[in-house]
């Protein structure tokens, strides 16, 4: 098998959370946000998990470059901002997303992140954040909320949703990136679902749409999304940790995303991990490593090879941001990042359970 130090790497996702409690907006909803973070931390192996206080901590977005350049094969990454209200920065703030794509200009590419409910005109907001920092696309989430309490935010409402697609398209954006799967606490379910990205992909046929956290629950039902709409695309974050802690979970996982679309639909498969939610190291050598069954499709049986494997870590993800694969590897270089390794955790803050 060819080592991924030969393999280019672009990681869909990485943000620098602030999991302190004093960045609580709204603790009863927070809280279990915070908690499944914890709660996921635990399940890590000897070696990637840290300590409590060293983890509800504010995470510089330097240190998010340290794990995914010196201390993992990762090469580009998409940043995140975020604008989950329940915190009072969103929980990766818009500073932080400047700072990481500044400070690393050929190795990262940023999305705004707007407050769909909470603004007066989101869509202005949007062109704000592409003008300050080139932001090429934008994160939206299921849930929002307001003096008045959770709403629940789809993507094919006509009066929310679609006006701001339509300016996403008129400044030129290439993809929407929509957070599914995971709820923030006790919310209602409806809008974790994926139903709604296909009328959303039918009227923007210019934009591509990105599940993010596809298969971590509703895997079949996202694996025909992707089968039948060529700009839908699935990003592992989250789902990817399983290839660490539940190997044979995430071959099913893989297996039901694969369903409808066959070996065909492994070009719509973007990797993220969400560093430095989980260290990128482990879990891009886990899922490199894994060795795939047969597995079964409508169309009928396949395997998901290397070449499947390099496509899934780095061309999709170049395919469906309107990025040049040969243009990204070329931009890196001999840079700072590009000698050996570093141990995992050695060149950050974060403090490892003895």
Known sequence: MTSLDDVFVADAVSHAYNLHPSNYAIERYAQPVVDLMTGQEKAMPDGYQRTEESFLTDWDPQVTANMLFRESQVDFTVFHPQSITIFEDGLTALEKGERFVEAHPDRSAPLASVDIIGMDDPGDELARQVDAFGAHGVKVYPSYWSDDGHHGFQM??????????????????????????????????????????????????DLNFEIVHGGFILAEETGYRIAEHDNVYVNLEITAADAATRPDAFVETMANLLWAGGK???????????????????????????????????????????????????????????????????????DEYAGPLE???????FEVVA
């Open 264 to 334: 065909e639909a492994t070009d719509k498969i973007m990797w993220g991990c969400g560093t430095p939610q989980y260290h990128p190291r482990l879990l891009l050598e886990s899922f490199w490593n894994l060795d795939f069954p047969e597995m079964e499709s409508r169309d009928g049986t396949f395997t998901i090879t290397e070449e499947d494997k390099r496509k899934m870590v780095g061309a999709n993800l170049a395919e469906a941001h309107g990025f040049d694969l040969d243009e990204l590897q070329a931009s890196i270089g001999d």
């Open 156 to 205: 094919d409402d006509p009066e929310q949703a679609f006006p701001l697609w339509e300016r996403a398209a008129d400044l030129g954006l290439d993809v929407i990136a929509v957070h599914k799967a995971v709820p923030f606490g006790n919310v209602p379910l409806d809008p974790y679902r994926v139903e709604d990205v296909k009328e959303a992909a039918e009227s923007f046929p």
């Open 343 to 349: 141990a995992p955790y050695s060149t950050t803050p």
